[in-house]
């Protein structure tokens, strides 16, 4: 079986914009979760998605947003971007009957 | 914050040492798994223990938990230079319903000098 896809690997964007990123789960999984990863805060749950609905949401602003289509492909849109959104963005494909998350390569996003 | 720690920091060992990663978390649980991280990459799952376990072992991979303490451990055995990595505990805690959400440690970098 294929692994856990992240489109784009790296991306550079200036204050202000919005960005889109992908991720394409394992075949058969129907959940996507996705995180964020910073030298200062670390790992951090954004949300997960089951089913094409948001199932569980971390603590971050409403810029953060995301949607799962109904082939499990989930994209995670941030816009307005700030300098502090720099970060690796990986997201985490599981098993509905299964505990194991299987993470993507990730997302390094700049922000400049 | 919710995040677990992890204990050491930074540890580096020779090739061959055996090597101790501890962590420690604050809610209950159902289930604690281990993950390797090379140099920024996605992470790698390397054993899940649930809260009913006490160890747990995969190759040279041995793990404890300790519930009562809120505290687990992982053991790399004969370590390896390919074992140079950061390692991360990731909590499930107990929730209604299924939920995904892992809380991370803060990470144990290790490096194993040939």
């Known amino acids: 079986k294929a692994g856990v896809t992240q489109t784009p690997r790296y991306l550079i964007k200036t204050r202000g914009q919005q960005v889109t990123l992908s991720c394409s789960p394992i075949?058969?999984?129907?959940?996507v979760s996705w995180y964020q990863q910073t030298p200062g805060q670390g790992l951090q749950f954004l949300f997960e998605?089951?089913?094409?609905?948001?199932?569980n949401k971390g603590n971050f602003p409403g810029r953060f947003s995301g949607r799962q289509f109904s082939n499990s492909r989930s994209e995670m849109n941030v816009s307005t971007l700030e300098l502090g959104d720099s970060a690796l963005y990986l997201c985490?494909?599981?098993?509905?009957?299964?505990?194991?998350?299987?993470f993507g390569p990730g997302t390094r996003l700049t922000v400049l | 914050s919710q995040q677990g720690e992890e204990d050491p920091q930074a540890l580096s060992i020779q090739e061959g040492e055996n090597a101790t990663m501890n962590c420690s978390y604050k809610?209950?649980?159902?289930?604690l798994q281990w993950y390797r991280q090379n140099s920024g990459r996605g992470l790698v799952h390397l054993i899940l223990?649930?809260?009913?376990?006490r160890e747990k072992h995969s190759g040279r991979l041995r793990v404890t938990l300790d519930t009562s303490k809120k505290s687990s451990s992982l053991l790399i055995t004969a370590s390896r230079a390919a074992d140079t990595a950061s390692y991360f505990c990731?909590?499930?805690?107990?929730?209604?319903?299924?939920?995904?959400?892992?809380?991370f440690g803060t990470g144990t970098l290790l490096a194993v000098q040939p």
């Open positions: 998605y089951f089913s094409e609905t948001q199932r």
């Open positions: 075949s058969g999984h129907r959940s």
């Open positions: 809610t209950s649980i159902n289930n």
């Open positions: 223990i649930r809260s009913n376990e």
């Open positions: 985490a494909s599981n098993h509905e009957f299964t505990d194991t998350q299987y």
């Open positions: 990731a909590t499930e805690g107990v929730m209604g319903g299924a939920t995904n959400k892992l809380i």
